[in-house]
């Protein structure tokens, strides 16, 4: 593509191919003392010594480098730390939460991490301005000689000091194989940034929206198709299923007679509500912990219908009928065994509650409702 | 033979008669020193005599270990220092006589030289066979001899070149390199075994003969650096010598500050992380007391320091920076001896008094003295190398 | 012939001091030809390997791993050596492209393009072995600290995540140093090409570069920092892999040698398949004077070094086993080398130890049959190797009544071909698709392009 014109408004610049790395230097040289500032050297590999002599600032990527670096290794100590020691603190191996030896490994590999990738993409998006890769250079037969066995120096036209003329003949000066004019055509060829280019940022957008529609269909959906889904098909019965092996037809099966499972619970007053009023008596202390484990169990199990507070206002907006409250005179004169034995066994519409709460539990929530009686029958020695 | 294009104008410069002097004199007050320790308290001065021997020991076989790595690979720059190199493995010539106090106070070092004390014990009765008073010193006296063969093949073979500039000179010392690394890493492998882990006699480590050579290879690097560049600075090598040398020195002590932090963590990743009790104790005994901070210090003192100073690029050309940084891991792999061996002398803290001190004094006095004896006579460049002159031309 | 080298004179990389513009033609011209029946014959071969793992794996997937050789106590077994391997493998494109890049190992510029790519392809091949060593790869998603339904985060004190993240991490930093490599090149194949489609994708991948020592000069500095981040971490990744083993408290896994050991078998196993795949390269590309006899003798000698560095390793855990005085460690090492696994163990040993002596001779280190031989030798050893760590150990357990042998089925076997299908195809596709040289390094290298400075 030959798209030389000599109109100056559109010239970008003059290159000079040289078939002798020496003369380079020369031309380096010389440029650098004649003082120009926007001018370059081309070869298709690096010329050892040629950015020192043109005299180019100390490549920042170290630094760069040495900063992301340091951001890998602080975001892999709190990642570690964060989620092995505070979110989810698991016990491996009677190790500490904390186990720095344990997390080196992670956070050496984060830090290289980091520090390689961030520095590669500041070079290219910062420096070498990705993802505009226009340039006048390019398809041009100046650049397509320097990539196979020439070398090139390249002084712009927007640089204060250039004369079409003058420069041609410093280039002959140092006897420059060829020297060619270059142009380009301005609304074709920007040279600013273009990340927030429309097209870039589409570009970006798009990947995301398929990255994560995959992932989307992927752990939604195709996760939940033969032949991913076998541990959601097993050969067992889930609670509550049907079976054709018994006879009976019942998955669930009861215990068979005369045995006793484990920590089954005995308990003595069945249908006896007064005799285990007397002779109940509650075994915990109306400490903070055990008050705290009531309200817990109260709020969940007996709060729908008795309300927080024990008031009777049920929350069930008439689904049953509301119990009493429990502040009446005839509950607070209860004993504690007596409110046991309701737990135990139920009142008119209330069930039984005794498998969903253990002993230790029951007896917690009854010192619960206990001070919550107290609170809303308080006597005046309370308030001191 | 003599090519004339590969002669280079070399001046041998005696080096200074003060520092002779101040090595004898440094010598002399360790040495008072070092017969008070043993009067005052021989066990302890024992344990300190053994961190010197040690010491002493890396840096004369790592400096040949450096040696040979230069032949091998064929590297330029370090040929216009590698006199210095050869002078410094004169150091291993010095061992026969640290040793012979060291071993005549075997039984308050080695816990296995007790036959009455291995009897009772099963597992030191199975390992009599190799932790013996007999196979020791015949141990010893190997190594020692086939170091001794290797230190004299390479000088005479380099120093007879400076008179021949025979090429064939290089090749027989590359085969001798070659020969000499297996040997290398058994000696020095099994060197660290007797001398330094069999203190604790029930601990083992599989890596520990890579610790200790990681550790030596940075002292043997260390004097070197040191050395050349005071040697260069005051003229007493070639012309054209500059920082673009220095910078290998200080790449090389870099990477291999790196390597020995590589190589201590996975040991004690290792051991930390299975949790055996056989194995653990070793390092139980080291987080007892001060010890606990002279450990954590090691961390310090060993990597992060040297680490900081030679990170960035211009610092590894800076010839000042560099010779701190050679004589700061010269002191740390002291410190790191330290601390393998003190504790087994003094288990709830860390020993320090004047007999700590009078030791170094008395080991920097005889390696002054050692290095003025052996560079007296020969040429401090070897003129006759044929990559000499490469060597000089070197760009990075 | 060599024994009379010059040393004064320093040795040239690339024999015959071709012009800039053969070594462009050399290196581009298998981009530009049509492919050859060998070719195409090797690419059949690769590929149907490849499917045969394919189905392999396919199979194991749909009726579950039972199909495995895998039994108690044997828990990891073949996939696990397969992975192993194959890290290994990968090992050496880093050193040679990055650690030989700092030591300034000029020798390196022919092979390391291929290196490279050659540790990208193995560590692919390697990163599926976890995976299907789960025997439900499609849950791996787990194994990244990602926010989940759960609210459980990973476990950052287990080697199996470190290798998540080690291998991630490897990959990626190998890919963008590999790739960053490659910008130059592709630069030239685009400034050459005459083809509108081929220009369109060359000017895409090669970024707008347009060989500016402004560009070089930052270029230098980051391919100076990425070779100082590969180097530790390529020291790390296998030493993580080792750590899988000897964190636990088995015998024979635990100790502490692993690290260095492991990294030095990588090398060595990742150098001796450099070496055979270069070997056929060079031959049919006619690339023999950038890829020389030198190059590949100074490979067999770093070859000799690791090999023998391996064989340290194995003669210090025997050691160790025995003055450590523990009797189950003194047993799982007698039980390698004269137990029911002997075989392995001896196949070990002579293919790693004992036959890489013979690289000690020089006429065998510049003999191209008998290198490839040695490092088809090497390979098959280092894979015994792992096969040895990880299979004589579980095997013999402490608990004697669960002793089991374990012997790899038919579907074992083919996923390791296939695996050797995918690692064939992956290099074969790439020889004809990206210059296998790296140009701008090895034209930085011929006498006479540099300039001289006085």
Known sequence: MDNQMNTSENLYGVGALFKDPNKIVKVVEKLVELGYKHWDVHSSYPLHGIPKRMRLKWSPLGYVALILGLTGTLTGLFLTWWTMSVDYPLTIGGKPWFSFPAFVPVLFELTVLLASVGTAIVMLFIIFKFPNNQHPLHDTEYINKVSVDHFGVFIEAKDELFELEKVKSLFNDFG?????????????????????????????????IITSSVAYLFNNKILYLPPFDFMLKQFRLG????????ADGFGMRKPPAGTVARNQEFYPFKNKPDEAGMKLVNPLLATQENLELGRNKFNTFCSPCHGWRGEGDSRLNGQFPNPPSLHS???????????????????????????????????????????????????????? | MIQENLVINYQRKPLPEKLFKLGLLLLVVGFVGVVLAYITNSARASFNLLVVF??????????????????????????????????????VLVLPILAIPILSSIHSLYHWSHTEAVQVDQILKNKSAYLNQTFFIVRLFITLLLWFLFYYLFTSISRKQDKSFDQSLTKKNTIVSAVFMPVFAVTLTFFAIDWLMSLEPHWYSTIFGVYYFAGSFLAALGVFTFVSISLNENGFLVDGLGSEHYYSMGALIFAFTNFWAYIAFSQFMLIWYANLPEETFW????????????SIGIIFVKFIVPYILLLPQPAKMDPLRLKIAALWVLFAHYYDLFWVVMPTYSKGGVPFGWMELVFPVFTVGLLIVLFYIFAKNVNLVPIGDPKLKRGLEFHL | MSSNIDYSIEPEVVEGQPKLNQINEAIAKPLETRPSWKYLVALGISSTMLLIGAVCLGFSFYYGIGLWGNNQPVGWAIPIVNFVFWVGIGHAGTLISAILFLFRQRWRTGISRFAEAMTIFAVITAGLFPLIHTGRPWLAGYLFPLPNQHRLWVNFTSPLIWDVFAVSTYLTVSFVFWYIGLIPDL???????????????????SLGWRHSNRHWHHYEMIYLILAGFATPLVLSVHTIVSFDFAVSILPGW??????????????????????????????????????TLDTLEKMNKVMLATGMMVGYAYGMEFFIAWYSGNPLESFVFLNRAFGNYAWAYWIMVSCNVIFTQLFWFKKIRRNIVAMFIIGVLVNVGMWFERFVIVVTTLSRDFLPSSWDYYKPTLVDIGILLGSFGLFFTLVILFIRSLPVVSISEVKAVVKGSQPVHH
């Open chain 1, 176 to 208: 420059a194989d060829e020297i060619i004019e270059i142009a380009y055509d301005r609304n074709e060829v920007t040279f600013k940034p273009k990340v927030f280019d429309v097209k870039f940022i589409s570009f970006l957008v798009v990947i995301a």
């Open chain 1, 239 to 246: 609670p509550q299923e049907s079976s054709t092996f018994f």
């Open chain 1, 329 to 384: 005179e005839k509950v607070r004169n209860w004993t504690d065994g007596r409110i046991y034995h309701v737990i135990m066994e139920g009142q008119n519409v209330m069930p039984s509650y005794a498998s969903q709460l253990t002993e230790k539990e029951r007896w917690a929530v009854i010192l619960y409702i206990r001070s919550l009686q107290r609170a809303l029958n308080a006597k005046q020695e309370d308030i001191q």
């Open chain 2, 54 to 91: 040690t010491w002493i020991a890396s840096i004369g076989v790592g400096s040949m270990f450096f040696i040979g790595i230069e032949y091998l690979t064929g590297a330029v720059w370090s040929v216009p220092f590698r006199r210095v190199a050869e002078i410094t493995a004169s150091f």
């Open chain 2, 283 to 294: 390092f139980i005994n080291r987080g007892v007391g001060s010890w606990l901070y002279f």
């Open chain 3, 187 to 205: 630069a030239m194949l685009r400034d050459r090409t005459k083809s509108k489609i081929k220009k369109t994708i060359y000017s895409i991948f």
């Open chain 3, 254 to 291: 635990h100790t502490t040698i692993f690290p260095p050991y492991f990294v030095a078998g990588a090398v060595f196993s990742g150098f001796a398949m450099v070496q055979n795949v270069l070997i056929v390269v060079r031959k049919i590309f006619n690339l023999e004077h950038i890829i």
